[in-house]
């Protein structure tokens, strides 16, 4: 059974940074793709950032505060998150692809976890 877990999240001030990790079990994690997203109320889930094997992509509205990665030994994937702003306040979802190569679009994903919340004060 595939089971994703994120932890991390919490409530900090704008400026400041978290990491929030997600750790998978029950498949091949080191093959296929992984994602973050999040979601703000009211609004749809938004991609962030995903990684495969060495490749990464971070959305570009997002690129130089947010940055992904993985530790295949631990079955960990990572988004360390900088310079946070009231706008990223969300619940942050990690998610696992199966085939490999990155992906953007939510329905790609096969499995998701339950999400973590990031709230950042003004």
């Known amino acids: 059974q595939v089971r994703l877990v994120e932890s991390g999240g919490g409530l900090v001030q704008t400026g400041g940074s978290l990491r929030l990790s997600c750790a998978a079990s029950?498949?091949?994690?080191?093959?296929?793709?992984m994602g973050w997203f999040r979601q703000a109320p009211g609004k749809e889930r938004e991609f962030v950032a995903t990684?495969?094997?060495?490749?990464?992509y971070v959305a570009d509205s997002l690129k130089g505060r947010f940055a992904v990665s993985r530790d295949n030994a631990k079955n960990m994937v990572y988004l360390q998150m900088n310079s946070l702003k009231p706008e990223d306040t969300a619940v942050y979802y990690c998610?696992?692809?199966?085939?490999?190569?990155?992906?953007?679009?939510?329905?790609?994903?096969?499995?998701w976890g339950q999400g973590t919340q990031v709230t950042v004060s003004s």
């Open positions: 029950g498949y091949t994690f080191s093959s296929g793709a």
């Open positions: 998610a696992a692809r199966i085939i490999p190569g990155t992906a953007m679009g939510p329905a790609e994903y096969d499995y």
């Open positions: 990684i495969a094997r060495s490749r990464t």
